[in-house]
């Protein structure tokens, strides 16, 4: 399979863990976008990578959270001292940049926050 | 920053029926992206579209840049089509760059 792939698929941690999500982007993909959804919601931005550099970061994304792309290939996504509020579906995109990309989304890592 | 609205925001259909899925808009963008969420979380990407209309078997993209509006229609709707129908634009109404996504519509084909 040479889609976009995100683990863990689901997690479940206590308040105050730390958690720290994977995605593997489709190899020649050289942009890479996290996205958080909660229940009822859309999804929102919260970061995008264009190879190792990450080029944005939505407001939503807390001194807790941290995204890195070390070699702009995987990237990581760390939760430092979850909240609850932190229960969502964290989904990771990935595009060739370009006019008129298309993102290509992974099944998503679900975390609830206990 | 864009603003995105669809509606309606749930739908019941009764399969073989003809289904329509609206979003507006708030600022001027080159392409708008049509998405399909399944139970359990996973998103496809069904169109991105600038201009006129597209069509993959038996789902229609329209969208009008003039207006700020698009529309999905799926013809002959089938249990299978029971998503989530979202439809996205480009935060800064470019063609790169983040998302902001619409709410979704949850569609229900009944047999």
């Known amino acids: 399979d040479t889609g976009v792939s995100q683990n863990p698929r689901h997690k479940i941690t206590k308040r105050g863990q730390n958690v720290t999500f994977r995605c593997d982007p489709i190899s020649e993909h050289n942009r890479l976008y996290w996205y958080r959804q909660t229940l009822g919601q859309g999804p929102e931005f919260l970061t995008y990578f264009q190879n190792e550099a990450q080029l944005e970061k939505s407001r939503l994304l807390s001194d807790r959270f941290s995204a890195e792309r070390p070699k702009g290939s995987f990237s990581t996504l760390e939760i430092q001292r979850t909240e609850q509020g932190d229960s969502a579906m964290y989904l990771c995109a990935s595009s060739l940049a370009g006019n008129q990309e298309t993102q290509y989304f992974g099944p998503g890592t679900r975390l609830l926050v206990l | 920053k864009n603003e995105v609205e669809q509606s309606p925001q749930n739908l019941t259909a009764q399969e073989g029926e003809f289904i329509t899925i609206n979003c507006s808009y708030s600022v001027g963008i080159s392409a708008l992206h049509w998405l399909q969420q399944h139970p359990g979380g996973g998103i496809v990407s069904l169109f991105m579209?600038?201009?006129g209309k597209k069509k993959h078997g038996r789902l229609i993209a329209t969208i009008n840049i003039q207006e700020k509006h698009s529309s999905l229609h799926i013809t002959a709707s089938h249990p299978r089509d029971s998503a989530v129908y979202i439809c996205a634009v480009p935060n800064y109404g470019g063609s790169q760059g983040n998302l902001i996504f619409g709410k979704g519509t949850k569609l229900s084909v009944k047999p």
């Open positions: 579209l600038s201009s």
